[in-house]
């Protein structure tokens, strides 16, 4: 399964958005606010309170960085 820690108004996450529906893959959003318990979670799992952030259960992946994120989506999925 792959989340997405993400936020509405960020476009680097829009971008990402973007790229897990063109290759029509599920996803869970991670809807991570400042100040939510969302985003204390985020920072306890990737050390930094950055969005867009992936993990991919499946492959054990998880990683910042919407460029890096698109074109490991691209190469795992396209
Ligand atoms: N280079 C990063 C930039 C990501 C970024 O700047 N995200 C902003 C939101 S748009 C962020 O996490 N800011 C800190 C915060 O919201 O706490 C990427 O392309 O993913």
């Known amino acids: ?11 680097f996450c829009a971008k990402v ?3 897990l529906d063109d290759l029509q893959l599920d996803w ?3 809807t991570s606010p400042k100040g939510s318990p ?6 306890k799992i990737g050390g ?4 867009p952030f992936l993990v ?4 054990g992946t998880s990683m ?4 890096d994120i698109i074109e490991y989506l691209e190469k795992t999925y396209g």
């Open 1 to 11: 399964m792959i989340e997405l820690y993400q936020k509405e108004d960020c476009p």
């Open 17 to 19: 958005r973007r790229k």
């Open 28 to 30: 869970i959003s991670r």
């Open 38 to 43: 969302q985003r204390e979670f985020l920072l």
């Open 48 to 51: 930094k309170e950055m969005v």
């Open 56 to 59: 991919d259960q499946d492959h």
């Open 64 to 67: 910042y960085e919407s460029d």
